[in-house]
């Protein structure tokens, strides 16, 4: 990890602590995203909303696009202190050794956002969150992000189109399993590697969210993208666990108040950013999109849907589970 930015950031910590009592108490939030997309919006709507419920008694400093951290490094960070605030996609837990979360990683696992809902609004969600409480951090909400689409140089029509393409994923075992069972040669990278990786050719093609293909600009290196929509992004909220339960009551009370309405906010305009950047990508004519047909759709998630399956001895079979009845999903009726 970038060992200067951990040691200024513990330098801070100290400061902070023996600051004068009318000093503001300073949220350090890091995350990997460009300002205008769903995370990036929501952090700062998170910042504002914080800022004016405290009075000004807390001060949130917003790092946007991997300038304090990338996606390993901040998860460090925020463990030792470093950094107060993170929203790490779903698919970044595992390296913490929370591996349920990659149950959102499960592709076709949910049908649209009201079915995503059910369980990161409902009891199986918040159960998840309190796994990451013996890590030394609080789950406060989850934000989405959307539905991710395959993008390559290559025409993407049917699961074999992907075959033998090396494809970036997060750090997830079930990204992993899922790019396996297409055949293709999946590659763990840091967010911030993307966009070079995919112009020098490292590697051949990757899945997003439109809003994070358009708002990095890998449309421009990416000739053909198919809105597959075959497996959900989306973010936990998560606090250094000590620093939360060590803040006065009154002011967490006022930022849980701040967390809950950015959460209603960034899940309000997270479908239209996506939307409103897949039309962006469309009029930019860099790259080709494809909507698949019902039959070519349903073909994906043929060859999809058994990496649940194989993933059961590392998510739990429970939990799959619960994650179908909530959302109704019946894998044997395909
Ligand atoms: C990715 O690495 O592709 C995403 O997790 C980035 C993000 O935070 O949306």
């Known amino acids: 990890m970038k060992i200067s930015a951990l040691l200024l950031g513990l330098a801070a910590c100290v400061l902070s602590a023996t600051a004068s009592a009318d000093a503001p108490i300073v949220i350090k939030f890091s995350h990997v995203v460009a300002v205008d997309t769903p995370k990036g919006l929501a952090a700062e709507f998170f910042k504002k909303r914080s800022e004016e419920l405290t009075k000004g008694k807390v001060k949130v400093e917003v790092y946007a696009n991997s300038t304090l951290y990338k996606d390993k490094e901040e998860m460090e960070a925020l463990q030792l202190g470093a950094v107060q605030m993170l929203a790490p996609s779903l698919a970044k837990f595992g390296p913490l050794g929370v591996k349920e979360f990659e149950a959102f990683d499960l592709p076709f696992i949910f049908d649209g956002y009201d079915d995503l809902h059910k369980v990161t609004q409902g009891p199986v969600g918040q159960a998840m969150l309190k796994k990451l409480e013996p890590k030394g951090i609080r789950g406060l909400a989850f934000w989405d992000n959307g539905f991710k689409s395959f993008s390559a140089n290559t025409p993407i029509r049917t699961p074999a189109d992907l075959k ?10 079930v990204l992993e399993e899922e790019m396996r069972t297409l055949g293709a040669l999946p590659q763990v990278m840091a967010f911030s590697e993307v966009y070079q990786a995919l112009q020098t050719g490292v590697v051949d093609g990757t899945e997003n ?30 606090v250094n666990k000590k620093f939360w339960d060590g803040l006065p009551a009154d002011v967490r009370g006022q930022l849980e108040k701040a967390m809950k309405e950015s959460t209603d906010y960034a899940n309000r305009i997270a479908k239209e950013q996506n939307d409103k950047d897949l039309e962006s990508v469309k009029k930019s004519g860099r790259t080709t999109v494809y909507v698949p047909t019902a039959a070519e759709r349903l073909a ?18 429970e939990l799959i589970e619960a994650i179908y009845k909530e959302t109704e999903f019946d894998p044997s009726k395909l």
């Open 164 to 173: 033998g393409k090396k494809m970036r994923i997060q750090s997830s075992k």
């Open 300 to 317: 994906f998630k043929k060859a999809l849907v058994p990496v649940h399956q194989k993933m059961e001895s590392r998510i739990g079979k």
């Open 209 to 238: 969210p439109i809003s994070n293909l358009y708002t990095q600009k890998m449309h421009e290196v990416q000739k053909h993208l198919t809105l597959t929509d075959h497996g959900y992004l989306g973010y936990a909220v998560i």
